[in-house]
């Protein structure tokens, strides 16, 4: 277990320490789908949502998810973040859900970008659950991170499918 980073020797766990790590500028982009039905997407390509905007409601969401991560996922570091995007692409029976976080520190933005996107699908499914019991929210990932040690990494160059 000495190789797990979040692990002390004694297998209890802990935040990792970066002090000692150079801020570096770093990005990350995730995305995620929420699944409605012809039906329900016509409601809204049509702007009857029953409870109005769900587009900016779900943004507003996200940007807010992605700069309380730290205080919803428990060996998260707090962030400085310096842009945080989320933006919808509606199809004709689901919406997929893209957003993008960065920030110059000493660790990733990946678990920022996830939450983002992972709120403002849950902030969706709230706002269309009247059209529809059959919602769902699927295929929440991450498409790239840049920065840091380990430089560029996309999902499509790792073989990562959809």
Same mark, same amino acid.
């Given at each position: 277990?000495?190789?797990?980073?979040?692990?002390?020797?004694?297998?209890?766990?802990?935040?990792v320490?970066?002090?000692?790590?150079?801020?570096?500028?770093?990005?990350?982009?995730?995305?995620?789908w929420?699944? &409605?039905?012809?039906?329900v997407?016509? %409601?809204?390509?049509?702007?009857h !949502?029953?409870? *109005?905007?769900?587009? /900016? #409601?779900?943004?507003?969401?996200?940007?807010?998810?992605?700069?309380?991560?730290?205080?919803l996922?428990?060996?998260?570091?707090?962030?400085?973040?310096?842009?945080?995007q989320v933006?919808?692409?509606?199809? &004709?029976?689901?919406?997929?859900?893209? %957003?993008?976080?960065?920030?110059? !520190?000493?660790? *990733?933005?990946?678990? /920022? #970008?996830l939450?983002?996107?992972?709120?403002?699908?849950?902030?969706?499914?709230?706002m269309?659950?009247?059209?529809?019991?059959?919602?769902?929210?699927?295929?929440?990932?991450?498409?790239?991170k840049?920065?840091?040690?380990?430089g560029?990494?996309? %999902?499509?160059?790792?073989?990562?499918?959809r």
């Open positions: 277990m000495d190789d797990l980073s979040h692990m002390d020797g004694e297998g209890r766990l802990r935040m320490d970066v002090g000692g790590k150079t801020p570096t500028e770093r990005r990350a982009v995730a995305e995620g929420l699944i &409605a039905g012809e039906e997407m016509r %409601a809204v390509e049509g702007g !949502a029953p409870k *109005g905007n769900l587009y /900016e #409601a779900a943004r507003l969401a996200g940007i807010l998810a992605a700069k309380r991560t730290a205080d996922v428990p060996l998260c570091h707090p962030l400085p973040l310096s842009h945080v933006d919808f692409e509606p199809a &004709a029976e689901r919406i997929r859900i893209i %957003a993008s976080a960065s920030t110059v !520190a000493a660790t *990733g933005v990946e678990m /920022e #970008a939450t983002a996107v992972s709120v403002a699908a849950l902030t969706l499914y709230d269309l659950k009247a059209l529809s019991k059959g919602l769902r929210i699927e295929g929440i990932r991450l498409l790239e840049r920065g840091g040690k380990s560029t990494w996309r %999902a499509d160059e790792a073989g990562a499918g």
